[in-house]
């Protein structure tokens, strides 16, 4: 059966709509918030304007936007990426370093 083709929905499958959680990069999460304030300003403008549809999008848009940050964001809206130079060590870390005297 060569050459035969997937059903449609088996093609998108993998492109589902549900909206992912996680952590993301914090370079993900810097441009979903510009994208959020850059539409909030589109959505105005185009509402000034009568653009209904138009409007509607960009709210939509916007509102996409917002919804990757919060489900994307650790607790306090920073990615908890591990690899942050500040960070404190995990409390393994610590009880191995108590442990050793140091």
Do not use: W
């Not at 050459?3 to 909206?19: F, L, N, Q």
């Not at 996680?22 to 185009?46: H, K, N, P, W």
């Amino acid at each position: 059966m060569r050459g035969r083709r997937k059903p449609e929905s088996a093609r998108h499958a993998s492109s589902s709509t549900e909206p992912t959680t996680g952590v993301a990069t914090r370079e993900a999460l810097d441009i979903a918030s510009y994208v959020s304030d850059m539409t909030a300003q589109l959505e105005a403008m185009a509402q000034a304007a009568g653009l209904d549809l138009l409007s509607y999008f960009l709210g939509m848009s916007r509102s996409e936007a917002d919804l990757f940050i919060r489900t994307n964001a650790g607790p306090e809206g920073e990615p908890t990426d591990d690899d942050d130079a500040d960070s404190s060590p995990s409390d393994e870390g610590q009880a191995e370093f108590d442990s050793s005297g140091g």
